[in-house]
């Protein structure tokens, strides 16, 4: 007989003591968590039942949020604790853009507990472990303290410092191995779109560009072609499979510009392989794009097997799981990149998805509230996000410059109007969100410094001198530290700050008839230049008015030229014509 050292009994003695914690109460003893929207509804039961409220703010394709949803959410003690001490709520960020706009900083899931007058008491980032989860609820039942506000922040003025942002920015990029010096690596296209700017003046940065551009292939699947949200520790090479909409727009439209500038068709095939899985992936029968793909197979368990599998092999055990619904934002990013997609290859099916996207969304997203969008045709009404609205303007005023249609121009220029009424608060800056809201939400400097890049290119298409000053009092409202030290600020401030202090160029394409091949073909070259601030107008030579007959009477159609507040370029007839000026100018892209 073998003789069984005593220490193994320990062993086995301790293992089925860990195997049987948290399962000696069965689940369906202890009940289920009843999740309520998140609404006025829940602070009236709060107080009427005197519990505190706890929100739990996650996102359809995030894996940690299944995984807390199927462990700690899942947990029998967790469960008493919870029912017997808190209101819970329970939303997805993607269609509560107030909520995102509040929480975005914290990461999903992020956990918010709050008193029944709506004051927060605590915010948890990421996946909490049960135990520790219990442990500080506990800590806010017994000291239910509301958090103090944030810092008051320290204002711009019109004229920032741009060499030293500028040589901020260039020596804290991750010149090894491209992107930002970050555990979570990605392409950020406002980056990428600075370097290819400012490249062609500055050899560390134009490489720092090729780099990123060659690692950020890596997210790319390379058998459905889908970009995966952002890479892990550290490398470019650990990513995380989730499928963002709008991360797939980014990465179209940051490909087409690189491929423009650096002449390099394997951008464009990238690009193109993008759209071909948002077009098989995140397509039904509308022209709308769906929201994301799940990471997971299964919510919850990694699926990193899974995307090593051939397509064979994977369809066999399935696909992930597609959030379908449609939002506003996501579907104005597309927009914008399959303008982009279309100027850099030619291919009219790009431009017409574009248009009839545009179509849909004005037809079916406005509200009977002002004229503002909704974040969706169906869904969470009571707000309107100031985001999904600035992005659609935007996406407008690209469709004029792709096809130099004025209806949207006006269009673009009506929906900014109705935004200054609606979001506009007292501070300068514009509010997320407009509406009767829960939480209120501060004004996101992001989204607000994007506006002034907005506003500034409008003014110039429109001559709008009230547009200009709502985008100089919006930059100098702006927290100085912030856009002025973040990395993904830093290269929209520094354009921000170029577009408010010097004049762009006005690309006056002369035609006779609209949409020629001629002026696709101008067109398209201007939209992917390296240097955006190029404000691009079409004029009927038939239909002159008095102040452009004396300075292009009797010029013939199909005639470009380049002009400034002071003086026009000479006749540019071709496209080798343009590229000549716009590489041999010095005024651009300083």
């Known amino acids: 007989m073998v003789k069984v050292p005593r220490y193994i009994f320990f062993l086995i003695l301790i293992q089925f003591i860990v195997s049987c914690e948290g399962d000696s109460t069965p689940k369906n003893e202890v009940g289920e968590l009843e999740w309520l929207p998140f609404n006025q509804e829940v602070f009236e039961k709060s107080k009427k039942e005197q519990k505190l409220v706890l929100l739990d703010v996650g996102a359809n394709w995030c894996h940690w949020c299944h995984a807390m949803d199927d462990s700690t959410y899942d947990d029998p003690e967790v469960i008493t604790f919870l029912n017997e001490h808190f209101v819970l709520s329970k939303e997805d960020q993607d269609s509560r853009p107030d909520l995102y706009a509040a929480y975005r900083s914290h990461g999903w899931p992020a956990t918010i507990v709050f008193n029944s007058k709506g004051e927060e008491l605590l915010k948890l980032r990421g996946y909490q472990h049960r135990k520790k989860f219990i442990r500080q609820l506990q800590a806010v039942l017994d000291a239910p303290i509301p958090l103090k506000e944030e810092r008051k922040m320290l204002t711009l003025n019109k004229n920032v410092d741009s060499d030293f942002i500028k040589k901020r920015y260039v020596t804290s990029l991750n010149h090894e191995i491209g992107g930002y010096k970050s555990s979570k690596m990605q392409l950020h296209k406002e980056g990428l ?151 850099a290859t030619g291919k009219e099916k790009y431009l017409n998805r574009a248009e009839k996207i545009s179509s849909i969304i004005i037809n079916n997203f406005k509200t009977t509230y002002g004229g503002l969008f909704g974040r969706e045709k169906e869904g969470f009404a009571e707000v309107f996000p100031f985001e999904d609205n600035r992005v659609f303007s935007k996406a407008l005023l690209q469709l004029y410059r792709a096809t130099g249609d004025e209806t949207y121009l006006v269009s673009s220029v009506y929906q900014t109007y109705l935004m200054f009424g609606a979001f506009k608060q007292s501070g300068g800056l514009f509010a997320p969100m407009h509406g009767d809201l829960v939480v209120q939400p501060n004004p996101v400097q992001l989204d607000n410094l994007n506006f002034v890049v907005d506003l500034t290119l409008l003014s110039h298409y429109t001559k709008d001198e009230a547009m200009m000053e709502v985008a100089v009092q919006l930059f100098e409202s702006l927290d100085a530290k912030v856009v002025r030290t973040k990395m993904w600020y830093i290269p929209v401030t520094y354009e921000a700050n170029r577009y408010l202090n010097t004049e762009p160029y006005h690309a006056v394409l002369l035609i006779n008839d609209q949409n020629s091949d001629w002026q696709k073909e101008m067109s398209r070259r201007l939209l992917l230049h390296r240097d955006q601030f190029i404000i691009v107008d079409c004029k009927d030579v038939n239909q002159l008015n008095e102040e452009d007959e004396m300075m292009y009477g009797g010029v013939e159609a199909n005639t470009l030229f380049m002009c400034t507040d002071s003086y026009c370029s000479s006749p540019i007839y071709t496209v080798a014509d343009l590229d000549d000026f716009l590489e041999s100018s010095t005024t651009m892209a300083f």
């Open 193 to 343: 779109e600075f370097g290819l700017c400012y490249g062609r003046e500055d050899q560390e940065l134009d490489q720092w560009t090729e780099k990123t551009y060659q690692a950020s292939l890596n997210l790319m699947d390379p058998i459905w072609g889908g970009i995966s949200q952002y890479s892990d520790s550290w490398v470019w090479t650990n990513p995380h499979y989730e499928k963002l909409l709008k991360v797939q727009a980014n990465y179209i439209s940051a490909y087409c510009r690189y491929a423009a500038v650096k002449n390099d068709d394997s951008a464009i095939e990238a690009a193109e392989n993008i759209y071909a899985y948002c077009d098989r992936f995140l397509s039904s029968k509308s022209p709308l794009f769906d929201n994301s793909q799940n990471a997971d197979l299964v919510d919850g368990v990694h699926s990193g097997d899974y995307y090593d599998l051939n397509e064979e092999e994977r369809l066999a055990k399935g696909v992930p799981s597609v959030d379908k619904r449609h939002y506003l934002k996501e579907n104005a990013m597309m927009i914008v990149a399959l303008v982009d997609l279309w100027a």
